[in-house]
């Protein structure tokens, strides 16, 4: 029977008599660090979770780091199966194998190694690409309309090898890697197109290496989780939105909507909101295999006795099931907690300002899942330089909107 007992190596670790690390021990720790280094999260930032018993998968470490940690304290109780490694939890044992998102590994090897040397493997693109449209390779699409043209050219991009004979980075992979850099080192566009040109400079040609910035913003684009720019009124008395889109100032205070023109440009706001829409990354969770079959753990786990591991078992959730019991009774019906807090960006200035991110979290999900990165939906990012406090709910407005319909 394969499963948990085919890992019995991961709490194995000090040989009773010599008092030393097990061999076995050793080779699983190393069988653990290439699949998680095989993951997306950790080809774009290098890091991955913890599992042992102190991090207890909360803390990002290096990988000789996380090593040396679980050498030394082992893992955390009960990490049978890796979820917070990218590994989907199986419905049953017995296959021989555990599936991963379009990737297989037997569990009875300790050295297993599914990847191919390269620290990227192409099915990774190919999978985020299917959950964006819904479809995998193999859906038939009657016609060409316009999202199946998006379809296979995303496809195309996650599949095609930046130039030929490269086997550690696809189109699409190498987009997202560029702006991954771009964000963490807060690299001016300028200074961005010209590490891009060097790179087309350095590769071998023909290659699919991006021309400039708006170039793979717009390959990444395709993906379809946008962001919209919402001008306010630097007061933050209301935002120019809907049937107020067109006005030039707040019809309350009536502060100016733009600075002062200069030299026939296009103006700029005094002030604007970033908004990134729910419903497309929420239909995500529904498209993702990954996902989807948790979006129902909420309702179908069985809870323990005297413990409340999980808001679903909590008075207040039950409380809203009394009141609302067709709600309740569909298990697939998404339940969301609202998170807001102040920080400021420019830490060594001098003056005070605050930024606000209001975060979406999805409680459908379990504990280990719920209240993760890729799981913590970044909804709305009100502008500073001061708090919003009773305001906040002016900008709350296109997520209120969409919580409605």
């Not at 207890?56 to 490694?85: A, E, I, M």
């Not at 026939?264 to 995500?284: A, D, F, T, V």
């Not at 005070?352 to 280990?368: K, M, Q, R």
Request: net charge neutral; aromatic share 10%; hydrophobic share 30%.
């Amino acid at each position: 029977m394969n499963g948990p007992s085919h890992r019995l190596w991961m709490y194995r670790r000090i040989d009773t008599e010599t008092g030393e690390l097990r061999d076995e021990f050793i080779n699983g720790v190393e069988a653990f660090d290439k699949f998680a280094r095989s993951q997306q999260e950790f080809m774009v930032n290098n890091v991955y979770r913890c599992p042992c018993t102190k991090c207890k998968n909360t803390k990002y470490l290096t990988p000789d780091v996380v090593k040396l940690h679980l050498y030394r304290k082992g893992f955390v109780q009960n990490y049978w199966v890796w979820t917070s490694h990218g590994e989907v939890e199986p419905s049953h044992y017995g296959e021989g194998t555990s599936s991963n998102i379009g990737v297989h590994f037997n569990m009875e090897d300790p050295n297993f190694d599914d990847d191919d040397g390269s620290g990227y493997t192409h099915h990774h693109m190919e999978t985020m690409v299917n959950d964006v449209f819904g479809w995998d390779n193999d859906t038939p699409v009657s016609g060409r309309n316009v999202q199946a043209e998006n379809f296979y050219n995303m496809l195309e991009s996650a599949q095609q090898p930046l130039f030929e004979g490269c086997s550690t980075h696809s189109e699409l992979s190498a987009a997202m890697r560029l702006l991954s850099i771009k964000s963490e080192h807060n690299i001016s566009n300028r200074c961005f197109n010209d590490v891009v040109h060097l790179m087309q400079e350095t590769t071998p040609t023909p290659n699919r290496i991006p021309s400039n910035f708006n170039a793979v913003k717009k390959k990444v684009k395709e993906l379809g989780l946008d962001y919209k720019s919402i001008h306010c009124c630097p007061n933050g008395c209301m935002i120019y939105w809907k049937e107020d889109v067109a006005l030039v100032s707040c019809k309350f205070c009536g502060s100016d909507r733009f600075k002062s023109d200069s030299g026939g440009r296009q103006r700029s706001p005094l002030s604007k909101m970033h908004y990134m829409p729910l419903i497309p990354r929420l239909q995500r969770l529904f498209a993702s295999k990954r996902s989807a079959e948790h979006m129902t753990w909420h309702k179908n786990h069985v809870p323990q006795d005297g413990f409340v591991s999980h808001p679903s078992e909590a008075k207040a959730w039950k409380h809203f099931d009394r009141h609302h019991p067709s709600f309740a009774a569909e298990a697939r019906n998404v339940r969301l907690g609202l998170c807001a807090d102040g920080f400021n960006p420019y830490s060594n200035a001098a003056r005070p300002y605050s930024v606000w991110p209001i975060v979406v979290c999805v409680y459908n999900l379990p504990p280990h899942m719920c209240m993760t990165r890729p799981y913590m939906f970044l909804s709305t990012v009100i502008p500073g330089p001061q708090n919003p406090k009773s305001k906040i709910d002016v900008y709350l407005q296109p997520l209120i909107d969409e919580l409605k319909m």
